[in-house]
């Protein structure tokens, strides 16, 4: 993607704010993992947006006063020992090549220079990005600058702007469903070689390393964590110790995704262990996919992710009944128990979602309707990604197998 897509990104964030105001935004610091060695950096998907840099330490500020506008991208001073140990760190010129700002400083002069952007262009409000899903988890670096500016400051006014670019991300051009196609492209590769090797005997993480195989082969890395959750362990939503031993007979729900250029493909599959459903699990298997393509239908603009969840109970209310699946509707929350769609983006549960959110054309979103028998010992999900266009959808992932005639044929191969 070249410079002016980050460009663009930027003024949106400079018609949000007043004159008189400064942002600042961080890539955020390498997180200790014990001793000497840290987690890899993952960065804030944020300042990539508006940036399209990935390098740990970096800040971005813009400037907007009476006299116009300001970009200043603060990068790491050259330091000769540290590029012999854990390589090289973006050049002046690259970050301007990359990113379309074109004062670039060192990150030792940011606190200066942001002191004396305050005194001497008046500043009154400092917007920061400032994200926070519980109340217990470690500072992000914007909430932290925003809680020094309000110590160091107390007459200026702190905005947070994360709402307003997570709104700006949730709506996706071109370019980045293209991205998301490739990650879904390379997730099918790792779901087709799941599929080339499955067999009852195997233990759960056997099958995940022909996926990850698959990820590094072409320069991707997992989304998430794996799930590869068989038989009854199916029924944990969200299990990843993936150690179990794979019984023949037994169903196996991988849900899974690659990351490619920070954009994440989702996708759940659930296949048969020896490659071909019971009658039982077939039944089971099609509710499912049958509440799944109810719901893809149904997309286009003005629906509510509310409305789609509706349709897949709709759906069970009546099918797992006549399956006896469960005797009564009302019982249906002991079979299903998660809604049946998130955005998908940077995040793999991308940012700007509520519940009540109506779907417009650039959002892009998972179905992934689950049916969970505890009694059973069965677990069955199935996930596709999907955009939401100005007629109705487009199916993003429309190549991963799903029928069940489909599935037994290639794996009978
Ligand atoms: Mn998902």
Request: proline share 3%.
């Amino acid at each position: 993607m070249d410079n002016q897509l980050y460009i663009n990104r930027r003024e949106r964030v400079f018609a949000e704010m007043e004159e008189g105001s400064c942002a600042v935004f961080f890539a955020g610091e390498l997180v200790k993992r014990s001793s000497d060695s840290t987690y890899p950096f993952s960065v804030n998907r944020n300042f990539f947006y508006l940036t399209g840099l990935d390098e740990d330490g970096l800040v971005l500020q813009l400037v907007k006063t009476s006299q116009g506008r300001k970009e200043i991208l603060y990068i790491k001073e050259y330091d000769a020992m540290a590029e012999k140990w854990v390589g090289r760190s973006i050049r002046k010129e690259e970050a301007i090549e990359t990113s379309g700002v074109k004062v670039i400083q060192v990150i030792p002069q940011f606190d200066a220079a942001f002191a004396r952007s305050v005194n001497f262009n008046t500043l009154s409000i400092v917007y920061i990005d400032s994200e926070r899903f519980d109340t217990k988890s470690r500072p992000f670096e914007g909430e932290t600058f925003g809680k020094k500016v309000k110590d160091l400051y107390p007459g200026l006014t702190i905005v947070n702007l994360n709402t307003t670019i997570n709104g700006f991300r949730s709506l996706k051009t071109s370019a980045e469903i293209e991205a998301l196609k490739k990650a879904v492209d390379i997730t099918q590769h790792g779901v087709e070689a799941i599929l080339r090797n499955l067999k009852p005997g195997m233990k759960e993480y056997e099958a995940v390393a022909h996926f990850n195989y698959e990820l590094s082969r072409h320069n991707a890395k997992p989304s998430f964590d794996t799930i590869a959750a068989s038989g009854p362990e199916a029924c944990i939503l969200h299990y990843v110790q993936n150690d179990r031993t794979i019984n023949d007979g037994e169903l196996v729900l991988f849900d899974l995704g690659a990351e490619y250029g920070h954009y994440c493909a989702d996708i759940s599959r659930t296949f048969p262990a020896n490659g071909k459903f019971t009658e039982r699990q077939k039944e089971l298997y099609n509710i499912v996919l049958l509440a799944q393509k109810r719901v893809i239908e149904a997309i286009k603009p003005g629906v509510t992710l509310q409305t789609l969840n509706e349709i897949v109970k709709q759906t069970y209310r009546v099918e797992a009944v006549n399956a006896k699946i469960i005797d009564t509707p009302e019982q249906i929350d002991e079979i299903y128990y998660h809604g049946v769609s998130h955005l998908l983006g940077l995040d793999t549960h991308d940012v700007g979602q509520v519940e009540s959110m109506v779907l417009k054309p650039g959002h892009v979103i998972t179905v992934e309707p689950g049916l969970y028998s505890k009694k059973e010992k069965i677990g069955i999900r199935i996930e596709d990604d999907v955009r939401v266009t100005e007629q109705g959808y487009e199916i993003l992932s429309p190549d991963i197998l799903k029928e069940v005639e489909d599935i037994e044929a290639f794996m009978s191969r």
